[in-house]
């Protein structure tokens, strides 16, 4: 069964840096490609970072510069490293593989003096 777990997650500064983890199992890892998603109350999940089976990666725009994605296939783990995070990139961060529906608990990031 799929299996999703994301970890670090925290309370951050403005201008801080946070680098999240996501563990997978009962996926295809290394055949499939990866993606980190954001949801705040009451908005849509979106999409921030991809990174598919050759490690190409592309990014939202608005985190483009500061957010990197990158993936472990020896531990079935992506990671996100932030930087210079924004009090807009608060949200829970979820992981999944592209077109994936089973969803993990996400990892809460919240950025605030």
């Known amino acids: 069964q799929v299996q999703l777990v994301e970890s670090g997650g925290g309370l951050v500064q403005p201008g801080g840096s946070l680098r999240l983890s996501c563990a997978a199992s009962?996926?295809?890892?290394?055949?499939?490609?990866m993606a980190w998603y954001r949801q705040v109350p009451g908005k849509q999940r979106e999409r921030v970072a991809i990174?598919?089976?050759?490690?190409?990666?592309d990014y939202a725009a608005s985190v483009k510069g500061r957010f990197t994605i990158s993936r472990d296939n020896t531990k079935n783990t992506i990671y996100l490293q932030m930087n210079s995070l924004k009090p807009d990139d608060t949200a829970v961060y979820y992981c999944?593989?592209?077109?994936?529906?089973?969803w993990g608990q996400g990892t809460q990031v919240t950025v605030s003096s």
């Open positions: 009962g996926i295809s890892f290394s055949r499939s490609s």
């Open positions: 990174i598919n089976t050759s490690e190409g990666t």
């Open positions: 999944n593989k592209l077109g994936g529906v089973v």
